[in-house]
């Protein structure tokens, strides 16, 4: 099955500095890779996902980069704002017809300081 | 409505209860999800229904029975579970053919 390796496990940085979150996988069959934020007692949203026919994708300060080759990705995250604080989760996906079966990642808790 | 929808928020059961879990979505998603999450890990799956079939049980014990009674909603039928059973339970939909998976917000499930 897949396996997904998330680091660092917790990633502080300041204000306005940038954030970069490192995920591989292990199954060259996933191809769809998505990244969720989860805030302290909340559910897990999905802030950005890529496909594995896209090198890179962008949405305003968060963007993700795909390397097919060496099977890993990565989200970025610029300008950070104390908002931005959150445990972050990476997750892999093959094709599988009718339903999606993620593997996630360990997790990122992502401080933001004032 | 653009929300998956989960009843209840809390949850506290003794080993020996039985209680449910449910789950609903209006957004015509005909896959739906059960994770369970321990406190600062990732979602585990533990069920999929797609076209209100079971089509993944990831070996979970029969103590958790899930359900889908129609396209909208999910159960999840809880029945002598033990204390490490104590977690954060979240409910998933996703349209076929479309990657994104939406989560609900969960039930918080104590057992004492």
């Known amino acids: 099955g897949e396996n997904v390796e998330q680091h660092p496990s917790t990633l502080s940085v300041q204000e306005g500095d940038s954030a970069v979150i490192k995920c591989t996988y292990s199954d060259s069959a996933s191809n769809y890779f998505p990244w969720y934020k989860q805030e302290l007692g909340k559910r897990p949203q999905l802030i950005i996902d890529?496909?594995?026919?896209?090198g890179e994708k962008k949405d305003q300060r968060i963007a993700v980069t795909l390397n097919k080759t060496a099977k890993h990705f990565s989200l970025h995250i610029t300008e950070t704002q104390p908002e931005d604080s959150a445990v972050y989760f990476c997750?892999?996906?093959?094709?599988?017809?009718?339903?999606?079966?993620?593997?996630f990642g360990s997790g990122t808790q992502l401080t933001v300081l004032p | 409505d653009t929300e998956v929808t989960q009843t209840p928020k809390h949850l506290v059961m003794g080993m020996t209860n039985k209680k449910s879990l449910k789950c609903e979505q209006h957004?015509?998603?005909?896959?739906m999800y059960w994770y369970k999450q321990k406190a600062k890990k990732p979602p585990e799956l533990m069920f999929v229904?797609?076209?209100?079939?079971?089509?993944i049980n990831e070996s979970v014990p029969s103590r958790f029975s899930p359900e889908c009674p129609n396209s909208s909603l999910l159960n999840l039928h809880l029945h002598a579970l033990q204390p490490e059973d104590s977690a954060l339970y979240l409910c998933?939909?996703?349209?076929?053919?479309?990657?994104?998976?939406?989560f609900g917000s969960g039930t918080q499930l104590s057992v004492l």
């Open positions: 957004m015509g998603h005909r896959a």
């Open positions: 229904y797609s076209y209100e079939k079971l089509s």
């Open positions: 997750a892999a996906s093959p094709s599988s017809g009718s339903a999606r079966q993620l593997t």
């Open positions: 998933a939909s996703s349209q076929p053919l479309v990657e994104k998976l939406f």
């Open positions: 890529i496909r594995s026919n896209v």
